[in-house]
């Protein structure tokens, strides 16, 4: 512990200016200590078992691979219920859940879906395998999230069959809908944006 | 032993507003008090209730939240002062309440730190704590299209609280924080295991780890144990249920900053839009309420994402004339601010509307104005206009509906 404070004591000297230069007046901090040693230090195994986000550059991404095919079974089993057949809207009927699937055409869309909305394809790895489904969530394997990732891009037109779904290119999978999207421009002031 | 101590209780009162019924115990018939709302005659001839361990809201008053499989909106139109009672506060779940043991809550922090850490709800509570009252509003909330609509079916989810814990920034000394480091997630230990991603830059601003509200433990709906306050950042990103914050260097992209919580803007779809720009309602007089001509005093809410309301204006006229409203002092930052104007209605047909100016300058638009700078896509999310309500000869009161379909 000790040892940590004086190796830390840079790093506190660098948050220190942090503060400085974002003005967090809610404090007076001058007689604080560089650490006030509350909490534990968090092991390698307590960060496994809850570190399991997917980033767009793949960090995050388990080994496997995805295949269209059993996706298509698996989620026909398990998420159609809900989000329709084929994850699509049928006319007259409403779902339970949003519709996944239509096509790639941002400016044509009726609604938001993965091919025509989602800017980035880890994001369906990512948000499956964490919320859904929403009736038995955290059930599935990587390997059916795999599976359904692959089968959901391919259903929406952004993959071809026989693609390759893995961690290496499924963050290269471009998504139609990316170049659309831009960083919030609104910043106060006499204008309205 | 029980016996005992409800027969004492009956001798020395007890009795409610005004029924007192024979109740069968295990000891004998005692007299116990009953809640109703029928009042006695006269309520100087009866004794009440006796202190009790937990009260409730007087049988008269029935504010209650509208929900909806997925939320749940603060009747705003009840609201006196700018404090919502912690069972009002609107909810908005993405998978429901989880119960969460406070013994065995932890907050971990890793990523791009020195030293990854976990924090129990002890830890965390025996930081130096800051209590701040501020606001916190769904980025979805807009409804308009029918006259008979109340300010609670408009925009009913925003509430108030005061909120406490320990500041984020204090906990980052603990990990040492990269200076590398641009973005964080958080993640809630709900059954979406929600995440966003949120730049470094809020941490060392004003973002807290917060385990009160109003002076008590947070409520289930809003968090317990601990959540995420985010002071003038939409509602979303103030993740409940917190189990863990990761440093990177770069957002997660996460579904709830892609496919939800984005919103078309021309050609565009705009994203990481954080703060909530400025807005004010009217709530007295509103739907379904009536007025009598002469003298009513106006009354509403105005509050901003970015800093201090500046002015609140009233229009009585349709928006032709703009008079300024009183501020309830104290006025906070990225709060909201109680207005109150006093106007003599001389009982003619008239619409009534209020716009607040910002510290930064900023007017609170119409939605035609936001229509104009966002395009005819436009889409469902950070929409703040003026609302307009018509008070009819009759004095009753509705709102004056606008034209929008949301994508």
Not at chain 2, 271 to 289: L, N, T, V
Not at chain 2, 297 to 311: D, L
């Amino acid at each position: 512990m000790i040892r940590w404070i004086n190796d830390n004591f840079k790093t506190g000297i660098a948050v220190f200016t942090l503060l400085a230069v974002f003005g967090c007046g809610h404090n007076s901090q001058k007689d604080w200590p560089d650490s006030f040693g509350y909490g534990k230090t968090a092991s390698k195994a307590d960060i496994i078992a809850k570190d399991i986000d997917v980033r767009p550059d793949g960090v995050g991404l388990p080994k496997g691979a995805g295949r269209i095919d059993t996706g298509a079974l698996i989620f026909a089993e398990k998420c159609a219920m809900c989000h329709g057949v084929g994850g699509k809207l049928v006319k007259g009927q409403k779902l339970p859940a949003p519709a996944l699937v239509s096509d790639t055409n941002f400016v044509k869309r009726k609604g938001n879906t993965v091919g025509n909305y989602w800017p980035y394809a880890t994001t369906l790895f990512d948000y499956v395998r964490r919320s859904m489904p929403y009736n038995a969530p955290g059930s599935l394997t990587n390997q059916e999230v795999y599976d359904i990732t692959a089968y959901l891009l391919y259903a929406n037109g952004v993959i071809k069959k026989g693609a390759t779904i893995n961690a290496q290119t499924l963050p290269k999978v471009v998504m139609p809908a990316r170049k659309y999207f831009v960083n919030d421009d609104r910043r106060g002031g006499n204008e309205v944006r | 032993m029980q016996g005992k101590k409800i027969s004492r209780r009956s001798l020395l009162g007890g009795a409610a507003v005004a029924t007192v019924a024979l109740v069968q115990t295990s000891v004998g018939k005692v007299l116990q008090p009953i809640q109703t709302a029928t009042p006695p005659e006269d309520p100087t001839k009866t004794v009440g209730p006796l202190p009790s361990k937990v009260g409730t809201r007087s049988p008269f008053e029935n504010s209650v939240r509208k929900p909806s499989d997925i939320s749940s909106r603060t009747p705003l139109q009840d609201m006196y002062s700018t404090i919502t009672p912690a069972d009002l506060h609107f909810e908005r779940h993405h998978a429901g309440i989880p119960t969460i043991d406070p013994n065995k809550y932890e907050l971990l922090i890793h990523g791009m730190v020195k030293r990854p850490m976990k924090f129990s709800l002890h830890d965390l509570k025996r930081f130096p704590a800051v209590t701040r009252t501020c606001f916190i509003e769904c980025a979805g909330n807009f409804r308009t299209g029918k006259e008979d609509m109340t300010p609670q079916e408009i925009l009913g989810l925003t509430s108030q609280s005061e909120w406490t814990g320990v500041m984020l920034s204090t906990l980052l000394r603990e990990v040492g924080v990269d200076p590398k480091s641009t973005w964080f997630l958080a993640e809630g230990s709900d059954a979406a295991i929600l995440t966003r991603s949120i730049p470094v830059s809020k941490a060392f601003d004003d973002a807290m780890i917060v385990y009160a509200q109003n002076g008590e433990a947070i409520r289930p709906a809003q968090g317990y144990p601990v959540r995420l306050l985010l002071p003038g950042w939409e509602g979303n990103t103030n993740v409940k249920w917190l189990r863990r914050l990761e440093f990177g260097d770069q957002p997660w992209m996460t579904r709830e900053e892609t496919s939800k919580y984005t919103y078309q803007v021309g050609e565009k779809v705009r994203q990481f839009s954080f703060e909530m720009d400025a807005r004010s309602i009217i709530i007295y007089p509103s739907y379904p309420g009536k007025v009598e001509p002469g003298y009513i005093e106006i009354r509403g809410i105005a509050w901003s994402g970015r800093g201090k309301v500046n002015k609140v204006e009233v229009s009585t006229d349709g928006g032709k004339n703009w008079e300024i409203a009183n501020l309830q002092e104290p006025v906070l930052s990225k709060a909201h601010t109680y207005f109150r104007y006093l106007w003599h209605w001389d009982g003619r047909q008239t619409e009534i509307l209020s716009r607040v100016t910002d510290e930064t300058g900023y007017i609170q638009p119409t939605l035609q104005q936001l229509k104009d700078a966002r395009g005819p896509e436009m889409g469902g999310y950070h929409l703040n206009p003026i609302t307009a309500w018509t008070v009819k000869r009759d004095g009753s009161v509705w709102l004056k509906p606008e034209e929008f379909k949301k994508l």
